[in-house]
């Protein structure tokens, strides 16, 4: 007899009653001599197995017409160096298409404001220690050691709260960084329900009339300048607003949020399901849009997206005059000409929409304003009028020319000129954006 013999095996062991091909019949047979409370039992594990492998069988379903679902919706991928505005411009997307959600969020902010500003006010006492440190110094004075001792609590907050949120536990503190938050965006709900961050927010709290003392201080003022050390530009700057921040009612308001920096370290995901009532999304299908880290050191994690999105919104700051905080021998402008040609060029993105904008326009304006020369950086300026209509005018020509040059096939050239943290002016730069990706995208579908 060989295994393959089923007639044989069959006919010999169980006789005419189970003469089925069906190798399973003989282990779906009720045992010999069952009881009537024993079949009722096994009849009752055998409906409870199939409801079981039923529920499983919808699940597996379900999660298949979801991810079919996710492969049709347009997915958006925000590109650009390391505090180029991706993050911002997320939330302008929140804000105009799934309000309801970004106000669900809004304590979590709360959290990140108050260490945007122990940030500063980090900087601030590390600009006197050094001061202290100095051969000779004249600018400080024992009332500043006082007041720095009196402010210690907060740098200890500031650590606990950056060790609760961030991806990197062990980063030491006390370096001039960012906050940092884990992929995935759970870090909210983490901000939102830590008795760690609840009490950071009480400690910054009994801290107010320090904090204000040290900002009123004109001798300290005076140390920023002369050392010049500016709050304003690294984004996350509460210090004007210290009074209304601090105080215990506090809520963020929609600015608020948008100025608050968080610096993206890992891949975010996030859903955008249209909202009932929501103004900006009438007539919106779901979308989908990946918000990634981009310091140098971090840009692999770009490449898996290349050719699962329809969409890159491409930021870059005209920020000529700095270099990236990872990398201070490199110009940020250069920086960012350099990913543009590589985005551009990419044949895995050939057939995606390639969206530019030139960020921080409020920045360009207003160093302009205060005497910035253009071409003392970009010598190629030369002669051309020193002005916003001048600068914006020559860089979108530039960046167009890499665009058609690099691009494998043609394409057309999107480009807007944004201030991210204004969520009115935006709100309108969103709107088009959005309809624009979804108008290319229903073409395709309907060629396809
Ligand atoms: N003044 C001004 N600040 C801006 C603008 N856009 C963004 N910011 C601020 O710049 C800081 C950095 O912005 P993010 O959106 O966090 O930058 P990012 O590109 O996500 O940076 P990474 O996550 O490090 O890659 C934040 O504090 C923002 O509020 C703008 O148009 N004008
Ligand atoms: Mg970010």
């Known amino acids: 007899m060989t295994i393959s013999d089923p007639g044989h095996h069959r006919s010999r062991t169980r006789g005419p009653s189970l003469d089925s091909a069906d190798p399973f019949a003989i282990h779906m047979a009720p045992p010999e001599g069952e009881t009537p409370a024993a079949r009722a039992e096994r009849l009752a594990a055998q409906q409870y ?28 991928l925000l590109l650009g160096q390391s505090e180029s505005g991706k993050s911002t411009v997320l939330k302008n997307f929140r804000l105009r298409f799934t309000p309801q959600y970004f106000d669900s969020e809004r304590n979590a902010w709360r959290t990140v404001v108050l260490l945007n500003l122990i940030s500063s006010v980090r900087s601030i006492i590390t600009a006197i220690e050094n001061e202290f440190a100095a051969p000779e110094f004249n600018l400080v004075h024992d009332s500043h050691r006082t007041l720095c001792a009196e402010l210690a609590p907060l740098l200890e907050e500031e650590v606990t709260v950056n060790t609760l949120i961030s991806a990197t536990p062990n980063v030491p503190p006390g370096q001039g960084q960012d906050v940092f938050v884990r992929p995935g965006g759970e870090w909210k709900s983490v901000l939102a329900n830590s008795d760690e961050a609840k009490h950071a927010v009480e400690v910054v709290f009994g801290l107010r009339d320090e904090i204000d003392s040290l900002w009123a201080d004109t001798a300290v003022r005076e140390l920023l300048e002369k050392k010049d050390v500016s709050l304003k530009d690294g984004g996350g700057y509460f210090m004007d607003d210290i009074a209304r921040v601090t105080a215990e009612d506090y809520v963020p308001t929609d600015s608020d949020i948008l100025r608050a920096r968080i610096k993206t370290m890992g891949v975010e995901e996030h859903f955008f399901e249209k909202e009932v009532g929501a103004p900006g999304a009438r007539g919106v299908k779901d979308f989908w849009i990946y918000d990634v880290p981009g310091a140098k050191g971090s840009r692999a994690v770009w490449i898996p997206f290349f050719d699962m999105v329809q ?17 201070s021998r490199v110009n940020r402008l250069e920086d960012s000409v350099h990913l543009w040609k590589e985005i551009c060029a990419n044949p895995l993105l050939q057939n995606c929409q390639i969206i530019l904008f030139f960020n921080k326009m409020d920045i360009l304006k207003a160093k302009l304003k205060a005497g910035l020369i253009i071409k003392e950086y970009v010598p190629s300026f030369a002669d051309r009028p020193n002005t916003y209509a001048g600068a914006t ?45 979804f108008r290319k995208h229903l073409h395709e579908s309907i060629l396809i």
């Not at 494998?408 to 991210?420: D, L, Q, V």
């Open 393 to 437: 005018g020559y860089f979108k020509e530039k960046f167009r020319a890499y665009h058609k040059r690099s691009s494998p096939k043609p394409r057309a050239f999107f480009y807007y000129e944004t201030t991210a943290v204004d969520t009115r002016s935006t709100a309108k730069i969103i709107g088009a954006v959005h309809e624009e990706i």
């Open 49 to 76: 197995a199939e409801k079981m492998s039923r529920q499983i069988d919808e699940q597996i379903l379900q999660s298949k017409r979801l991810h079919d679902k996710k492969d049709k919706d347009v997915k958006i």
């Open 311 to 327: 969409a890159i919104v491409f930021l870059t700051p005209l920020s000529f005059y700095e270099v990236l905080e990872e990398d």
